[in-house]
C-alpha cells in the first residue's frame, strides 16, 4: 500500500489525483491540503479518510475542524501545518500540487523527510531549484514531474543516458491566442482568457498559458530537472496537445511521448513510477486525427517567452522576479484591476528593475518574491 500526500487536494491536479486514488486499491490517502476550500475539502474527508489535513487560512481550519469533529483526522493550519503534513511519517510520496511559491518550504520538509516528491508546483524548481534539486540528491529522493511536458521529457529519457542529450523539444499549445498579434490582445477579456482550446485547469494556470508565461516557467524548471541549460530547451507550438515534448539525442534521433490530453496519465505515471498501469482515458486514433503540425513560437507578440529565456540565462533571483511578477498580474488581472496585456509589461518592468542575487538562500528568494509584489503594486498606483 502507498500512502499519498497532496498537497493542493481541490485544485485542478488534487482532484485528478485523488480520481486516480480512487481506480487504484494499492494507493490510500495520508493527507489532504487546500487554502480555504473547506467545502470541497470536507467532501474529500469523508470519502477518502486521510489521518491530517491542512487548511492554509487559520480562520477556515477553524471552522473545517468543527464541521468534520466526528471524523477521527487531525486538522492542521498555516505553513507550518503544510510543512506537518509534507513531512509525516505515514506519507510515501507527496503530490505538491499547491499553485505558487508556497509550495517551496513543504517541499523542502518532504525531502528532509525521505519523500518522493510528484512536482506539480513549477514555481518550486523556477524559484529554488539550485537547493531543491541538490537536496533531493543528498537525501536520495526522486523528484517525479507531474506536468505534462515534463512527464513527456522524463518518460522519453527512461532507459537513455541523459548526458546525450542535444537538446529538448518543449511543446506547447499555443493557448487560446495563438495566431493573434499584440495589438488584438490589447482587447481581450477574461472570459476568453480562460478558454484553453485543449485542457482543463485552473485559472492561474489557465492565464499563464493566454500569456504563455507557463511555457517560459516550464523552460526554468526542465533547466533544472534534466540539467540542461535553457539555450538547449527549444519550444515549438503543436496545437493538438498531442504531443507532449520529445528529448533530441546527439545521433539526432527523436523520441516523443504522445497521448490526448488527460492530465491523469502524467499523474498515475509519477504514482506509480517505473510501473505503468491501465488508465480509462480515450485513445488517440492516429487515422481519424489525420495530420499533427507545428509551429514557432511568436515570442514578439507572446514576448513572455523572451523574458523567461532571460531569466532562465541569467540565472540567480530573477527567476523567482519573473515568476512573482506574474503571480501577482495575474491575480489582479483576475480581479479585473489591470488588462491582459499589461500582466507581461510588469514582469519586463519588474525583471528591469531588479539587482540580481547569484546565489540566493531560500530566505532571500522570500524576500525577492515580497519585494516584487511591492514594486508591482507601487507600478499598478502609478498608472
Known amino acids: 500500500m502507498k500512502n499519498i500526500v497532496i498537497l493542493g487536494s481541490t485544485g485542478s491536479i488534487g482532484t485528478q489525483t485523488l480520481d486516480v486514488i480512487e481506480k487504484n486499491s494499492d494507493l490510500q490517502v495520508a493527507a489532504l491540503s487546500a487554502n480555504e476550500n473547506i467545502d470541497?475539502?470536507?467532501?474529500?474527508?469523508?470519502?477518502?479518510?486521510?489521518?491530517?489535513?491542512?487548511?492554509?487560512?487559520?480562520?477556515?481550519?477553524?471552522?473545517?475542524a468543527l464541521r468534520i469533529a466526528d471524523c477521527p483526522v487531525?486538522?492542521?493550519?498555516?505553513?507550518?501545518?503544510?510543512?506537518?503534513?509534507?513531512?509525516?511519517?505515514?506519507?510515501?510520496?507527496?503530490?505538491?500540487?499547491?499553485?505558487?511559491?508556497?509550495?517551496?518550504?513543504?517541499?523542502?520538509?518532504?525531502?528532509?523527510?525521505?519523500?518522493?516528491?510528484?512536482?506539480?508546483?513549477?514555481?518550486?524548481?523556477?524559484?529554488?531549484?539550485?537547493?531543491?534539486?541538490?537536496?533531493?540528491?543528498?537525501?536520495?529522493?526522486?523528484?517525479?514531474?507531474?506536468d505534462s511536458e515534463h512527464s513527456a521529457i522524463f518518460q522519453a529519457l527512461n532507459g537513455e543516458n541523459a548526458k546525450q542529450i542535444h537538446k529538448i523539444l518543449l511543446t506547447a499549445s499555443g493557448g487560446p491566442f495563438r495566431g493573434m498579434q499584440k495589438?488584438?490582445?490589447?482587447?481581450?477579456?477574461?472570459e476568453q482568457a480562460l478558454h484553453h482550446p485543449n485542457w482543463a485547469m485552473g485559472k492561474k494556470i489557465t492565464i499563464d498559458s493566454a500569456t504563455m508565461v507557463n511555457k517560459g516557467l516550464e523552460l526554468i524548471e526542465a533547466k533544472w530537472l534534466f540539467g540542461v541549460e535553457v539555450d538547449?530547451?527549444?519550444?515549438?507550438?503543436?496545437?493538438?496537445?498531442?504531443?507532449?515534448?520529445?528529448?533530441?539525442?546527439?545521433?539526432?534521433?527523436?523520441?516523443?511521448?504522445?497521448g490526448t490530453p488527460d492530465m491523469r496519465l502524467p499523474i498515475q505515471y509519477a504514482l506509480f513510477y517505473p510501473e505503468r498501469r491501465y488508465l480509462d482515458s480515450q485513445a488517440v486514433d492516429f487515422a481519424k486525427l489525420g495530420c499533427i503540425t507545428f509551429e514557432e513560437p511568436d515570442m514578439d507578440t507572446f514576448y513572455a517567452l523572451r523574458l523567461a529565456y532571460e531569466a532562465g540565462r541569467r540565472g540567480g533571483s530573477l527567476p523567482t522576479v519573473l515568476n512573482a511578477a506574474n503571480e501577482l498580474a495575474v491575480s489582479l488581472f483576475l480581479q479585473g484591476q489591470i488588462s491582459f496585456v499589461q500582466i507581461t509589461q510588469l514582469i519586463q518592468q519588474c525583471m528591469e528593475?531588479?539587482?540580481?542575487?547569484?546565489n540566493p538562500t531560500l530566505e532571500e528568494i522570500l524576500s525577492v518574491e515580497k519585494e516584487t509584489?511591492?514594486?508591482?503594486?507601487?507600478?499598478?498606483?502609478?498608472v
Open 232 to 258: 538547449r530547451v527549444q519550444i515549438i507550438v503543436q496545437p493538438q496537445s498531442l504531443i507532449h515534448s520529445m528529448v533530441e539525442f546527439e545521433d539526432r534521433g527523436i523520441i516523443a511521448q504522445l
Open 183 to 190: 495589438e488584438e490582445l490589447e482587447h481581450v477579456t477574461l
Open 40 to 64: 470541497k475539502l470536507e467532501e474529500q474527508i469523508r470519502r477518502f479518510s486521510p489521518k491530517m489535513v491542512c487548511v492554509y487560512e487559520e480562520k477556515a481550519a477553524s471552522q473545517l
Open 74 to 146: 487531525k486538522v492542521v493550519s498555516g505553513m507550518a501545518g503544510l510543512e506537518e503534513i509534507a513531512a509525516m511519517p505515514q506519507g510515501d510520496i507527496v503530490v505538491t500540487a499547491v499553485v505558487g511559491m508556497i509550495g517551496i518550504r513543504p517541499t523542502i520538509a518532504a525531502i528532509r523527510a525521505g519523500k518522493d516528491i510528484a512536482l506539480a508546483n513549477k514555481e518550486t524548481l523556477v524559484t529554488a531549484g539550485h537547493i531543491i534539486m541538490p537536496l533531493a540528491k543528498e537525501y536520495g529522493v526522486n523528484i517525479l514531474p507531474v
Open 373 to 382: 509584489y511591492e514594486l508591482v503594486g507601487a507600478m499598478i498606483q502609478n
Open 353 to 358: 528593475n531588479h539587482k540580481i542575487i547569484a
